[in-house]
């Protein structure tokens, strides 16, 4: 089914302002120059985004990470990316759940739960039986309606609204209600002493609108963190994080020379090199606990400009 994303084309690339950014290692640092209120602020931070970028062109080098914290990413000019772009949620570690991902303005992604001290349960997701699995994230219209997939917690809808103006799903126009990030992994059961495995904290926000794509040898994730394995008691292990969602859009990309000009596909492939928004592996259980329950996968869209 096809999908169009209407686009703001003047704001879409952003004006280039902070320049040409080259991440030259995971542990790069960008200094912000055109904060006077602030002469210590950085636009990167040790690799992890700190606002709004709104490059000239953007490369990241091989091997290298930038973490984008849940900002928004706009490429004036030529997104290169040889390394790893990412909004990962963190896994869970044993009864602690997951970290959450970056929230920056796309949004607010939530914290996994920790695990629970409870006793034997009657009904999936209640005490005794392993942690739900988080929803995977993606699309959000406000009509038609779109179901979400899996079970778990709720996720929240993120607008983009002075970006992405009408989305048109089959030919049939739509009221554009955001996307939603996947949900975190339900926490697994305790025995009564000891605490069930920590869910996996979900999939967070990735947005980059770029004139020029090149991911040919890229990676790009949202992907949901996996649940925490007990180690102690008869305990049951925590539900994996949902995906999360991950939009880019641009004008040119040499992997989709035979998509240009037809916007609207949620193929990863299309975007070329690697794009994952997978939902996190479950954790185990330990005595006669039982493993939780794996995180749903979220969606990777790509809107041709």
Request: aromatic content about 6%.
């Amino acid at each position: 089914m096809a999908t169009t994303f209407a686009t703001a084309h003047n704001n879409l690339f952003g004006a280039g302002l902070d320049g040409d950014v080259t991440v030259t290692s995971s542990s790069f640092t960008l200094h912000d120059p055109d904060d006077p209120l602030n002469p210590g602020a950085n636009i990167i931070t040790t690799g992890v985004l700190q606002r709004d970028l709104a490059a000239g062109d953007l490369t990241i080098n091989t091997g290298c990470v930038l973490d984008t914290n849940g900002y928004l990413l706009q490429v004036n000019g030529t997104f290169t990316n040889n390394g790893t772009l990412s909004n990962d949620g963190g896994a869970a570690s044993a009864t602690t759940g997951g970290a959450a991902p970056g929230l920056g303005s796309l949004g607010l992604a939530a914290a996994a739960p920790n695990g629970v001290t409870g006793s034997t349960g009657t009904a999936p997701g209640t005490w005794g039986y392993g942690g739900q699995g988080g929803f995977g994230g993606g699309l959000l219209p406000s009509s038609p309606a779109i179901t979400r997939q899996g079970s778990g917690p709720s996720s929240v809808p993120y607008l983009l609204g002075h970006l992405v103006t009408t989305i048109t799903v089959g030919g049939n126009p739509v009221t554009f209600g955001g996307f939603y990030v996947g949900g975190p992994g339900g926490s697994g059961a305790g025995d009564g002493t000891n605490k069930g495995g920590g869910g996996g904290a979900p999939g967070g926000a990735l947005a980059i609108f770029a004139r020029v794509f090149d991911n040919t040898n890229g990676t790009i994730t949202c992907n949901g963190g996996n649940g925490g394995t007990p180690t102690v008691g008869n305990t049951y292990g925590g539900g994996g994080g949902g995906g999360g969602w991950i939009l880019v859009s641009w004008i040119h990309n040499p992997n989709a020379l035979n998509l240009e000009g037809i916007d609207g596909t949620n193929l990863a492939s299309v975007i070329g090199g690697t794009a994952s928004c997978t939902g996190g592996q479950a954790g185990s259980g330990h005595g006669t606990g039982t493993g939780g329950n794996p995180g749903n996968d979220g969606t990777v869209w790509a809107a041709i400009s």
